[in-house]
């Protein structure tokens, strides 16, 4: 048979519908009233409900990794924030500790020159200001080192103040700095007045403090008495705070009184202090001046 003579066309069995055009309009159209109606009436949304319901396990899961590193990383870096935070708060909380202990300290040292300044203003000697450095290397002796010496003027035998009283003595003196004895030690004497009841003592350096000498029993002292300087010596100006009597022994076996006294100075504290020119001096310039008329009184020699 000739193949000119057969049917291209397929078989009533094989026929594929509408056109590929025509599906495309109809699907569009339908596309187009369904988004219409579900704009309008919402015929959509149980579905979506629906949908969303069945599908959410699914995103928790498949999203956990994913939130998982992103806490991990905020963690990690809020971790490290904290620590760095912590860090720089400690280290301002050193600094701010540090300011603090300072700024005591200065109020301190404020408040004791004040008083310095204040005795300094009673006192009609000439008086020098200076500087504790440190305590003397010999534990056997009461001592300290100031920071003054003969360069500033400093002599031996110049009586050292404290905001409080009467410190010591100088007994030492070097270019630029000078040795003080302090009224606690066993090598220092100092005569002392009793301004309520007029008597007069020696007052001797003793451990942890002074004690009063040949002091009869029946002697008019009381516990809590101050002792000021009396002048005599011609080196401490009268009327200096020395000490306080904190202890008053009387037997009637015993001759004379055991009296010890506590130091009105800070002898293991001072930091600042004034070192008075000796009264001394002041008698020796008097010697050397002229003498007076023969009718006139005679002034005596120290």
Do not use: C
């Not at 006192?123 to 360069?151: E, H, M, T, W």
């Amino acid at each position: 048979m000739p193949l000119g003579t057969l049917d291209s066309s397929p078989p009533p069995f094989f026929r594929q519908g509408p056109s590929a055009l025509s599906k495309l309009f109809f699907f569009g159209l339908l596309a187009v009233l369904l988004m219409v109606a579900d704009l309008r009436f919402h015929v959509a949304q149980p579905l979506r409900a629906t949908l969303a319901t069945v599908l959410y396990p699914l995103q928790w899961v498949v999203l956990r990794p994913v939130v998982w590193l992103g806490d991990g990383g905020r963690y990690f870096q809020s971790l490290q924030a904290s620590q760095e935070s912590a860090a720089a708060a400690q280290y301002q909380l050193g600094l701010q500790s540090q300011r603090a202990q300072q700024v005591e300290q200065l109020t301190l040292e404020n408040a004791r020159l004040r008083q310095l300044l204040e005795l300094r203003a009673r006192v009609n000697a000439p008086a020098l200001a200076a500087q504790v450095l440190y305590d003397a290397a010999d534990p056997f002796r009461q001592k300290v080192i100031l920071d003054k010496g003969s360069l500033s003027a400093v002599q031996a035998g110049s009586p050292v103040l404290d905001e409080y009283g009467v410190l010591g003595q100088v007994t030492q003196v070097y270019p630029l700095a000078s040795e003080v004895t302090l009224l606690t030690d066993s090598h220092q004497t100092i005569p002392v007045l009793n301004p309520r009841s007029g008597v007069r003592a020696l007052a001797v350096g003793v451990t942890q403090g002074m004690a009063l000498q040949f002091q009869d029993a029946h002697v008019d002292m009381q516990v809590g008495d101050l002792l000021t300087t009396s002048g005599i010596d011609g080196i401490y100006p009268p009327g200096m705070l020395v000490g306080r009597i904190s202890q008053i022994d009387r037997h009637t076996s015993d001759v004379f009184a055991r009296i010890r006294v506590t130091p009105v100075a800070h002898t293991h504290s001072a930091l600042h202090v004034l070192v008075l020119k000796p009264s001394a001096d002041a008698l020796v310039a008097n010697a050397v001046a002229p003498a007076p008329p023969a009718s006139g009184p005679r002034r005596a020699k120290p």
